[in-house]
């Protein structure tokens, strides 16, 4: 009779468990997979370009810009379906497609049309990100809504750390195998979130529009007007990061002579600190609503990238990105946190968080490219950190001016 009981009790707390799995079960995993599908595709196709068509820095920082562009044409234009699509179904289809144009590339060896299917790469990637975070943010306010970000921003991260070895292990086998991997990533994301969807019930039944969580969300705006300068350090930081990403890659390869597995480890670094950066400020409230903790970290970054200039070492490189890696989670968290921060309308305002990362990210590698090319890496790191100082006299004028036009007003 014990043991008839003990299988009772075992099968109503599996039922439990299996009836309590709501959107986190589909959101961590899903974050974490599409982070490392599109980090492992964001290093690879480098290696893809320039064995395939010989592509010069220049035309590396047109082509990875492109899908930063797409990105953010595909943010504006995914605005409207936040209030006609749950987000789950906006993911499924952005799995699937990214999927699809990711082994597209394979089907083409002139380069204009790779430019083609990678752009549609970057718009279905923005029928992703823009629904998962109002997703995991919806009716949170305060303590509660830097808790859940944390939870979100340590599954996508992680996918940044295997992303890039994953990348550079991969490519050092064959230039293709990173493109295949992600287009593999992509598939399972979609069919996880596709069987979730399906099978638990309180996924299926939950009210996850992005627009019904305004009915928990303040009555009236109670917006802060640091999400301006916020959104400054976001794009200044991402630009770095797109020469990070991107041109350092080109200049690891032809100046520093490092194999492409080093170079993965590299581009990976910079998300150590940063995971426990973000696992610091989801646990701590210290940096809201602080100006002066956004201007030091634009200040810090531009001595970061500074400094750049006179090491030489794989692993110094690596400790220095790992720090810039730090640096972004919190410009990353600073633009998000105080943007959706008693906003009504946090679809919008989501969307211009993702629009000003992507455009930080295409600005700075075709810059970074173009500079590269013309000159040397030198002036490409004299250039990022000219970059941070700008955005962080720009987010005190701002914060100031701002403060005067509006007293009292945080």
């Not at 030091?296 to 531009?302: D, R």
């Amino acid at each position: 009779m014990s043991s008839i009981n003990f299988l009772s009790q075992v099968r109503l707390g599996l039922k439990s468990f299996y009836y309590g799995l709501g959107k986190s079960f589909i959101i961590l995993p899903s974050a974490f997979m599409v982070s490392t599908g599109i980090n492992i595709v964001k290093l690879g196709i480098i290696f893809y370009i320039m064995e395939v068509y010989y592509a010069t820095p220049s035309q590396i920082g047109y082509f990875t810009a492109l899908w930063s562009f797409s990105y953010i044409i595909g943010c504006i234009f995914v605005r409207p379906f936040f209030n006609r699509v749950l987000p789950r179904f906006l993911m499924i289809g952005s799995s699937f497609l990214m999927c699809l144009f990711v082994l597209s590339i394979f089907l083409t060896k002139v380069f204009a049309v790779a430019y083609i299917y990678y752009a549609m790469y970057g718009i279905a990637a923005s029928f992703f990100w823009p629904p998962i975070i109002g997703w995991v943010s919806q009716d949170m306010e305060g303590a509660r809504l830097g808790k859940s970000m944390s939870y979100f921003n340590i599954s996508w991260n992680t996918g940044l750390i295997a992303g890039p070895i994953l990348a550079g292990v991969l490519s050092a086998v064959k230039s293709e195998l990173p493109l295949y991997a992600g287009g593999l990533f992509f598939f399972l994301t979609g069919t996880l979130i596709t069987v979730a969807s399906l099978m638990l019930r309180k996924i299926e039944l939950e009210k996850d529009n992005v627009s019904s969580g305004d009915k928990q969300e303040p009555k009236s705006d109670t917006s802060t007007i640091l999400r301006f300068p916020g959104w400054v350090g976001m794009f200044t930081t991402f630009g770095v990061i797109g020469v990070v990403l991107n041109i350092f890659p080109v200049f690891a390869i032809e100046e520093l002579v490092l194999k492409k597995e080093i170079i993965g480890v590299l581009m990976q670094s910079r998300t150590y600190i940063a995971v426990i950066v973000f696992i610091l400020l989801g646990q701590s409230a210290f940096w809201h609503f602080k100006i002066s903790i956004m201007v030091a970290c634009q200040v810090i970054l531009a001595c970061l990238i500074f400094s750049m200039n006179f090491i030489s070492s794989p692993v110094a490189f690596a400790v220095y990105i790992s720090l810039i890696g730090g640096v972004r989670a919190f410009s990353y968290n600073n633009s998000l946190f105080h943007g959706i921060s008693g906003s009504v309308n946090r679809s919008g305002r989501i969307a211009v968080h993702e629009t000003l990362l992507s455009s930080g990210l295409m600005f700075g590698s075709s810059m970074g490219g173009l500079i590269y090319q013309n000159y040397s890496m030198k002036v490409v790191f004299y250039f990022c950190s000219a970059m941070a100082l700008l955005g962080a006299l720009v987010q005190t004028a701002l914060y100031f001016w701002l403060k005067k036009k509006n007293p009292g007003v945080v």
